[in-house]
């Protein structure tokens, strides 16, 4: 069968790369077409669009990218029609991707959606065209199928895919003779730390390495990572790995670096390598992001952090009311502030170089840890790929 898939960021393209593979496993003849990224195009889809040219974040940059977004819809639809695919596959990327379902619902494509909208956070309404317009909802968050079910749409419940693609990451970096895990969950020699091991002088092995996680997109990294350079300036005594974007380049966070004036002398960046910093990191400061929970199940204590658009931070609070505590999704599924959030002006230096010394040690730390292993019991096992292929290559 041919499938046609849509993923507009890298968390996306990751997931859609897992999901090629299982419906090849389900179906050897499938063939794909794609909007995603590198990691879609290594698994076997032919890419139309690269995520790295759809990302507009906030209502702010979406109103003013919206001729070129309305380009893209129309675009996407005239190529949907032309390869006319059996199924039509929308991970994430809502407000697009709901767009295309209400279009391609009455032209009578079989429509899935693998990780579902956020509409349990802001614009609930939305439930209304998920109903109208999608075949099936393939959830990843453990409360999503019941929220559903209330409100009269059925969804299932695959897992997270998260736990399969960390599981793989740890088992690859496996030290050879590795017999136990530390209490970061990485695993260790009887002589030491399977730490990141990098040329750069700077960086020493009897340091505690902190990762930087400042997000994906070119305008969430130009502010916050600043401020997490600020921050790490106030503690030398650690070295500080930032996690480069793969939709970004070196030179790039070479010239906000030097452009910051107060980051510390023992930091590096490792472009393309998040999970391997992960997996040797102490602590971590997070951007509000997908990375949150990746960060979590390499059981990583972290701080997560958010400064956005002033006017588009206040119109995302207007709409999510009082109904969502939290911004992270660690937080949010065990719907308990396991992980501190530092949200626009608690976002801050001082706040910030505070907030992450508690998680390099001491009791706040050793809490998050413990709570780090309950969020991998609640999110269930893997194989939530598998479940999600069989489920789209199966209906009927």
Known sequence: MRYYLISGEPSGDLHGAHLIRAIRAEDPEAEFRAWGGDLMENAGATIVKHYRDLAFMGVVQIVKNLPTILRNERFCKDDIANYNPDRLVLIDYSGFNLRIA??????????????SP???ASRSGRVKQIKANVDRMLVILPFEEAWYAERGVSATFVGHPLLDVVKEAEEKARPQGAKKVNESGVWSRESGDARLQTPDSRLKPSRLQIALLPGSRKQEISVGLPLMLAA??????????????????????????????????NLQVVMNDTYGILQTAHAAVVTSGTATLETALFGVPQVVVYKGNWLAYRIARWMVGSRIKYISLVNLVMDAPVVPELIQADFNPKNLAAH???????????QQLNDLQRLREKLGSGGAAKRAARAIVTSS
Do not use: M
Request: aromatic share 12%; glycine share 6%.
């Open 102 to 115: 209400k279009w391609a619902r009455p032209e009578g494509y079989d429509i899935s959606y693998y990780i």
């Open 118 to 120: 956020q509409v349990w």
């Open 232 to 265: 790490a300036a106030l503690h030398p005594e650690h070295d500080y790995v930032i996690a480069g974007a793969p939709a970004q380049n070196l030179a790039f966070y070479e010239q906000l670096i030097a452009s910051c004036g107060r980051a510390p002398v």
């Open 356 to 366: 992450l010394e508690k998680t390099i040690a001491g009791p706040v730390r050793d």
